[in-house]
Each structure stands twice: as C-alpha cells, then as structure tokens.
C-alpha cells in the first residue's frame, strides 16, 4: 500500500491510473468518524495509491476529486473534467429556469 | 447487496452516517461499469453496438451494503446531493492547526487595540444602512 504525503501528486497519479484502465480502476473512500480520519484509495488491482488525513480542508479538495471522478466515470475516460464546465452547466440551468418564470 | 435508486441511495447512506457516529466506518466506493457481465459485453462488442456505461456506487458499514448506478442525466444531481450528505456528517476531521494559532495571536492583539477595532465595528454600521 502507497501512502502519498502529497495531496496534487495523488490527483495526477490517480488520474492517470484510472485514465490508464478505466474498467477495472475504482476509487474508494473510508470515513472513521470516532477516529477522525478519512483514507483515499484508487486502484486498479495491480497498483494501489492511497491517501490518508484527518484535516478538514482535505475533505474540501476530496470533493472536488469526487465530482472529477463521476464526470470520468460516467462520460468516459477522454471525458473534459474542467471543473468550469459542471458550473456553468448549474448556471445554464438556473438562467433557463429564469426565462421560464419571466415569460 | 441492495441496488437502490440514487435517491433512496442517498437516504440510506446518511443514516449510515448517523449510526456510525460513536464506532464504526464507512467506505464509499466509485467504480465505472456497464452493468453487464463480461459475456454479454464481448457480444455487444463483436456485433458493434455501443455499450452504455453507468458509474456504480457502493457504501458499506461493514455489514449493511447499498448500492446505485448513475447515468450520464442524473449524475450530476447526485454529485451535488452526495457533497451535500459527505459535508453534513464529515466533520469529525480537524481544522487547520495554523489558523488556530493566528486566533490565539490575535485576541493578544485585539485586546491592545480594542478601540480601533470598535472604530471599525462603528464604521461597518454606518456602512449597512447605506446600502
């Protein structure tokens, strides 16, 4: 098991994992909350990176990983994973709710 | 193994949450698939249909395990619901311990220039009103 200290070089290792085989690359999340501690895991069943903290602020960037991986996963492993993208898709959706209450 | 939609999903996962308060884990797993045994998969591939692929999620307390499948449409509204139920209940891990020590500097500091801090208070409220 490889426990990486740095939070970026296991985004970009991760991805280019999952990218390297995208059917058999899962990525798993474990929450202890009596022990305060969260541990990141991605592996392909050959290759394991993981990634382990009990800081907050690691909790935040986790959810942005989440949101990166869905996109991969569901659109496809080519998938544009700009995280601009999945907001201006939310903000294309309210303006049209908006024209809809106007008219 | 219990396959629920997102939604029942979702509630399922958060009374996770609740009972593993005082001990216990969770584990989330994400995973791409088609939802299709490996058979039928090669002969969709030999007879050149496209395989539609959905992204599995897993949760588990150790005993109880759920599970939902997620298409390209509704995915998006189940990324944003699951931060929501992730943020709600993760909040057991510390906080910065920096910041942490910037507020015990401060309150020293606050307590030296406490008139130029209640000149600025005076000055935000005169700010509000305005507006």
Known sequence: MVYIESWDEFVD??????????????????????????VLK????RECLKFKTDQAQDAKKMEKLNNIFFTLMVRGPDADISEASSKEQMEQQASKKGRGRRQ | ??????????????????????????????????????????????????IEYRC???????????????SAKEYQKFQASYATVLK?????????????????????????SSKSNSSKKRALSTLKPSK
């Open chain 1, 13 to 38: 290792r991760s991805l280019q994992l999952f990218r390297a085989d995208p059917q058999s690359s899962r990525y798993v999340m474990k929450y202890r909350h009596c022990d305060g501690k969260l």
């Open chain 2, 1 to 50: 193994m219990v396959l629920l939609q997102p939604d029942p999903f979702l509630n399922e996962l958060t009374s996770m949450f609740e009972r593993s308060t005082e001990k216990g884990s969770i584990w989330v797993t994400l995973k791409r698939s088609s939802m299709k045994c490996k058979a039928t998969r090669n002969k969709m591939e030999t007879s050149g249909q496209p």
């Open chain 1, 42 to 45: 991605v592996t392909d069943n």
């Open chain 2, 56 to 70: 599995l999620v897993r949760a588990t307390d150790g005993k109880k395990t759920i599970s939902t499948s997620l």
């Open chain 2, 88 to 112: 709600a209940h993760m909040n057991a891990l510390k906080k910065r311990e920096r910041k942490d020590r910037k507020k015990t500097v401060e309150p020293e500091k606050k307590q030296d």
